[in-house]
């Protein structure tokens, strides 16, 4: 683990952030992207506080060239890459199916799967160069379940777990293993964002089993483990951390 190259996207915040502080601290050599310059400077110092070689470089998910770009740095820098978390996400437009509009939908699937299906294309390549990789999309139960009023988010999830299991065939004989993680309702500014009131946050908390919200730290136990190599014989995967939350 200590000398791995690891890419999170969206990292600034979040399961995001709380990821690259785990790896970080465990040595590995650390690139956090996002859209702020500012707090991801300010984050890539944190993480060489812990002893790691860490470096911000500024991408959007949704713009082809910026995701090569993120790609091509990250080699040029550390010279290649083992493990890619693509985490960025947003919440998207909730609400009712009668007020999405063609706007609202492209909106939440240029993030959350071209995003997605950008960073992999870009991975995929540097990681085929060498021959092996690991690569963790961040789904959601809402991968794989329902939820009234976010079903765009929710459909965008579901293509995030199909493209992880149809990529994990593609590319099972480049030594590349492609899995998802897939957090219940964790405690991040997105939860706070996508259940809107008090009412409704305590509402979800009571259809997860464990009876309590997930941490960003224990989504990024999860994805510290299936990227490492302990889960070498796992690909195509979608690994819930959610309380139980998939169970129910
Ligand atoms: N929290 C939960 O309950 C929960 C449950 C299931 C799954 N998830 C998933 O977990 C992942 C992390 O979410 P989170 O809960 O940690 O929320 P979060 O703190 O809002 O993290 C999402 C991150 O994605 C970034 N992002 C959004 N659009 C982007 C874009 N176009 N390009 C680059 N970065 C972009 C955001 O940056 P900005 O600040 O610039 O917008 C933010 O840092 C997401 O994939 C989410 O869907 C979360």
Redesign the pocket.
């Known amino acids: 683990m200590s000398t791995q190259v690891v890419l999170i996207?969206?990292?600034?915040?979040?399961?995001?952030?709380?990821t690259a502080v785990a790896f970080a601290k465990k040595g590995a050599k650390v690139v956090v992207?996002?859209?702020?310059d500012e707090?991801g400077e300010a984050l890539a110092k944190e993480l060489r506080s812990f002893g790691s070689e860490a470096e911000f470089i500024n991408?959007?998910?949704?713009k082809e060239d910026?995701v090569r770009a993120l790609v091509d740095k990250t080699i040029a820098r550390f010279g290649r890459l083992d493990i890619a978390v693509n985490?960025?996400?947003?919440?998207g437009a909730v609400g009712p199916i009668t007020d999405q509009t063609a706007e609202s939908v492209a909106a939440t699937f240029?993030?959350?799967v071209v995003?997605v299906v950008l960073s992999m294309k870009h991975e995929v390549r540097a990681m085929q160069a060498r021959g092996s990789g690991s690569i963790i999309n961040?789904?959601?139960?809402?991968g794989h379940k329902g939820a009234a009023y976010a079903s765009i988010?929710v459909a965008a999830?579901h293509a995030v777990e199909g493209i992880t299991k149809s990529v994990a065939l593609e590319v099972a004989t480049s030594g590349i293993r492609v899995n998802a993680v897939?957090?219940?309702?964790?405690?991040?500014?997105?939860?706070t964002?996508?259940t809107g009131t008090a009412e409704n946050k305590a509402a979800l908390v009571a259809q997860v089993p464990l009876g309590r919200?997930?941490l960003?730290e224990e989504?990024a136990d999860g994805i510290v483990f299936i990227a490492s190599d302990e889960a070498r014989f796992i690909t195509g995967h979608i690994l819930s951390v959610?309380g139980g939350h998939s169970a129910a």
């Open positions: 996207t969206g990292g600034l915040t979040g399961i995001g952030r709380a992207s996002g859209r702020r707090v991408a959007d998910v949704r910026d985490n960025a996400a947003t919440e240029d993030t959350n995003g961040i789904s959601s139960t809402y988010y999830k897939s957090p219940g309702p964790t405690d991040t500014g997105m939860l964002r996508f919200l997930g960003s989504v959610d």
